[in-house]
Every structure is written in C-alpha cells, then in structure tokens.
T-cell receptor
Framework: AQSVTQLGSHVSVSEGALVLLRCNYS??????LFWYVQYPNQGLQLLLK??????LVKGINGFEAEFKKSETSFHLTKPSAHMSDAAEYFC??????????FGTGTRLTIIP | DTEVTQTPKHLVMGMTNKKSLKCEQH?????MYWYKQKAKKPPELMFV???????INESVPSRFSPECPNSSLLNLHLHALQPEDSALYLC??????????????FGPGTRLTVT
C-alpha cells in the first residue's frame, strides 16, 4: 500500500518569502511522486514529478522538490512567493499501476 | 493539443434525472480516469479505462455508469443521484496504462449539483 501525508492543511507566507510545503510518503516499492496545483474552480495541473532520476526536481513556476529516501520526504519549495501562487497543492504517489494516491492537500495563502 | 476538455462546466440535476458528463482528449492517451472531488478534499478515484476497457472500478455505486466509446472520449452517465453526489467531477488521461511514472493530465472538471 502507498500513501502520502501532507503536514499542514493551511500554510500562509508573505509575498517574497520562502514557500515550503511538506509531503512524506509511504511505499513498499520505489515510489513515483508528484506535486499538483489546483486553482479555484479548476482542474489539477502538474508542477513536477520524481521518477528515480535526479533527486532534486525542478518544476514549473519556480517550484522545486527534493526526494529524500532516508526521510521518506518530497517537500515542495519556492524561494520567493508570488501572489499568483495562492492555490491548493496536492502531493501524490503512484507505483507501477494506474492508481494515483493523493494527500489531503495544503492550501497556500500569500500575504501581501 | 495538450488538454483534456470536459462538458458541461456546470450541471444541476434532480434526483430522478438522467444526465451524462463528457470528457475528451486528443493526445493519443490510452488511459483515462474519472475522479470525484468534494470541497476541500483531494480527488477520489472512481474509474480507470485502459485501452478503452474498464480496468478499475473503485466500488462506485451503480448510479454512476462509465463508458469509453473510443480512445479519445470518456463519458459518465448519471442516474438517480443523491444530494451527497454533488461534487466536482474530474476527468484525466495519461499516455500509457500501468505506467506509474507518467503524469495524469486533468480536465477543468464538471461542477455537479444534485437537488
């Protein structure tokens, strides 16, 4: 069985500050890990994914995530928050099958 | 064309109605998915189609009936729904079935309200 845990259902940061959204995974096999973003009343958009190549993964909109096997973590970061980053962020894990298991999500609020 | 389209955008239906949701992609993807998303919750997988055949049904009530007429089109037929079925219904596709490393591409969703 595989799962992800997102710590913090709601994170607030000031504009220009570091964004850190936490995700820990549990998987009996090497996982594939994803971060998706969802803006209000929209579908999900892929930010980045880890598929066992480089442990530091760069995504769209200046986001990146580092896969740390020893910590079973895949935290999402962005050096400088922008107002347009306000959204819901989902960490997700899959294995070799077609199922994508999502975390409970983190709502990111940007303070002007 | 790298998008998944869904129609309608919004749907209001009574509990005795029959309606259908439509999803389309022209990326040549051979896996298609239906998800249900309640407010402030993550998407929940409902069905997976692999090469136009139903491969996963997550114990979804029979009032939801999926259909995949061809490799580009996915429908979700709705009948005798309950108010608790009100949610955002998301369609997604991915290039190949059973390739966990491939991302899923999501449509914008259909906001369903059951009255």
């Amino acid at each position: 069985a595989q799962s992800v845990t997102q710590l913090g259902s709601h994170v607030s940061v000031s504009e220009g500050a570091l964004v850190l959204l936490r995700c820990n995974y549990s998987s009996s096999v090497p996982p594939y890990l994803f971060w998706y973003v969802q803006y209000p009343n929209q579908g999900l958009q892929l930010l980045l994914k880890y598929t066992s190549a480089a442990t530091l993964v760069k995504g769209i909109n200046g986001f990146e995530a580092e896969f740390k096997k020893s910590e079973t973590s895949f935290h999402l970061t962005k050096p400088s928050a922008h107002m347009s980053d306000a959204a819901e962020y989902f960490c997700a894990v899959s294995s070799s099958n077609e199922k994508l298991t999502f975390g409970t999500g983190t709502r990111l609020t940007i303070i002007p | 064309d790298t998008e998944v389209t869904q129609t309608p955008k919004h749907l209001v239906m009574g509990m005795t109605n029959k309606k259908s949701l439509k999803c389309e992609q022209h990326m040549g993807h051979r896996a298609m998915y239906w998800y249900k998303q309640k407010a402030k919750k993550p998407p929940e997988l409902m069905f997976v189609y692999s090469y136009e055949k139903l491969s996963i049904n997550e114990s979804v009530p029979s009032r939801f009936s999926p259909e995949c007429p061809n490799s580009s089109l996915l429908n979700l037929h709705l009948h005798a729904l309950q108010p608790e079925d009100s949610a955002l219904y998301l369609c997604a596709s991915s290039p190949n079935p059973a390739r966990g490393f491939e991302e899923q591409y999501f449509g914008p969703g259909t906001r369903l309200t059951v009255t």
